[in-house]
């Protein structure tokens, strides 16, 4: 894993101490419900991705979706940080304000703090999601097998995605 996608998800997973590295020089914009995020580090290539945190009534972080590219050229991925009381064998599936066929995520891993979860996602799934500004959901189960329906929101990811393609990622 490169850029966006390795500090996302080591932040999650890690029990440790940050990493050891310089500290990065971060800038961001905010775009409807989504944030465009980059970080410039001396030891790497600029990596910006677009984001959106899930809170729940008392306004605690629950999940976060991250989209974005390792590099110019290779597919748009998302990637999913969600609480460790998931079942596994059940899909985890993303459904759009479309209501077409649900997309798929793949767990990846988990660790003390949390779930990584990830996807490609192809040109088809990135005009569903710029079709309309609305609610779509993330759902799985939760480790007592319970449906989990968590809302986002795709108000502003189509301005996002365009200022993601602006950074040239």
Same mark, same amino acid.
């Given at each position: ?37 980059? !970080?410039?580090?001396? !030891?790497?290539?600029?990596?910006? !991705? ?88 993330? !759902? ?30």
């Amino acid at each position: 894993m490169r850029g966006w996608s390795r500090w996302l998800a080591a932040g999650l997973l890690c029990t440790g101490s940050a990493l050891a590295q310089t500290p990065p020089s971060v800038t961001s914009a905010n775009f409807g419900d989504w944030v465009l995020r980059c !970080e410039s580090r001396a !030891e790497a290539p600029r990596a910006c !991705e677009i984001l959106q945190s899930l809170q729940d009534q008392r306004r605690q972080p629950v999940a976060q979706f991250a989209l974005g590219r390792a590099q110019r050229g290779q597919p748009m991925r998302l990637l999913v940080l969600i609480p460790a009381n998931i079942t596994v064998a059940a899909p985890m599936l993303i459904q759009l304000p479309d209501r077409g066929a649900p997309f798929p995520v793949s767990l990846r891993a988990c660790g003390p703090r949390g779930c990584v979860a990830e996807a490609d996602v192809s040109p088809a799934m990135l005009t569903r999601l710029r079709a309309r500004e609305a609610q779509g959901r993330l !759902e799985y189960r939760d480790a007592l097998n319970a449906e989990v329906a968590l809302p986002f929101s795709t108000r502003g990811l189509g301005a996002a995605l365009d200022a993601l393609a602006r950074e040239g990622l």
